[in-house]
């Protein structure tokens, strides 16, 4: 049965063009409902006290546990934020949307990687300079060995990406699922330090839990393979920072491309940025910066939009 929203409101904080916003104002106003739209960076406590519903992110500290909002649809992959002690209340439906960044974050990941690889980065600084200098070899991913935390949609589209560039493949996910391609082989999280040592790269897009935070550490970067890459576009908490920070230091590690770090922003006497063999992005590899993620995440949030007025099964749930 549709869901009647007759006096109620939709908070509606997407990206949208003047055509999307008419479709979902459309659809809000269809089933009886008001439709309000306020970009994120502008939504105020006051924006959210009467939704019933909010498509969007907005500033967790808004929401206070109001009972009276009934689901929030995430444009993030991520939710975590969310999940504090009086952000939501226990009958709000919490949805993500996962999915919809694979392609943004794993470009960002690959271009990173390689940017170290073929000692870019180090070129970039002598252009600056204006210094005509050669840098020395250089790795390749050919024959390589990658390992890949998170082997959800941005960890399977970064291993299509290095696969398809001559890398082998292994997948590590927090539950048992069975392998697929590109990964050519999948281990559970907790076996982890099992294959560390094989890996050239080691490449994260796992999401914050109890399980994942400050994984890895000086344990985890010593079962490492010296000389080795390390990737993190997930979640900044996965790392401790002194132990990386360490491997980086002491040479055991070869390099570091960081989309996200804990804290966020990075304190800016924090040694990390002044590291030769470290590339820093402000958490950018996936946000709004990509059309087709835009295109993906609206489509995403319309399609929940429509089921949720239809009273219908919500896409990417979140259990908590």
């Known amino acids: 049965m549709p869901r009647d929203l007759q006096g109620k409101t939709v908070l509606v904080t997407l990206p949208v063009s003047e055509a999307q916003q008419e479709d979902i104002r459309s659809l809000i106003e269809g089933a009886g409902g008001t439709a309000l739209f306020i970009r994120e960076l502008f939504v105020r406590e006051e924006d959210t006290q009467d939704a019933v519903a909010i498509v969007g992110n907005v500033p967790p500290r808004v929401l206070h546990g109001s009972a009276g909002l009934e689901w929030l649809q995430t444009s993030s992959a991520g939710y975590d934020h969310y999940l504090g002690d009086g952000v939501l209340a226990p009958t709000t439906l919490l949805t993500s949307a996962t999915g919809a960044y694979g392609q943004a974050v794993s470009e960002h990941m690959l271009a990173q990687l390689l940017c170290l690889m073929k000692n870019l980065h180090r070129y970039r600084d002598n252009q600056r300079g204006a210094r005509w200098q050669d840098e020395g070899p250089v790795d390749t991913l050919v024959g390589s060995t990658v390992l890949v ?20 493949v292994i997948g590590v996910r927090r539950k048992a699922v069975e392998r697929h391609a590109p990964f050519e082989r999948m281990v559970l999280l907790d076996e982890v330090f099992d294959v560390l040592p094989e890996a050239d790269v080691v490449a994260c897009a796992l999401p914050s839990s109890d399980q994942t935070r400050e994984l890895v550490d000086e344990r985890f970067f010593a079962a490492m393979r010296r000389d080795a890459y390390f990737v993190n576009a997930g979640r900044g908490d996965l790392v401790v920072g002194k132990d990386l920070l360490e491997a980086l230091v002491s040479g055991h590690l070869k390099g570091a491309a960081l989309d996200v770090t804990n804290p966020e922003p990075l304190p800016a006497d924090d040694p990390l940025w002044s590291q030769p063999n470290v590339l820093i992005t402000p958490h950018v590899a996936g946000f709004w910066h990509l059309q087709a993620t835009t295109d993906s995440v609206i489509a995403l949030c319309r399609a929940n939009l429509e089921a949720y007025l239809a009273d219908r099964p919500l896409r990417n749930l979140v259990s908590r």
């Open 149 to 168: 935390l998170g082997a959800g949609d941005i960890g399977t589209s970064f291993a299509s990406l290095v696969s398809a560039l001559g890398a082998h």
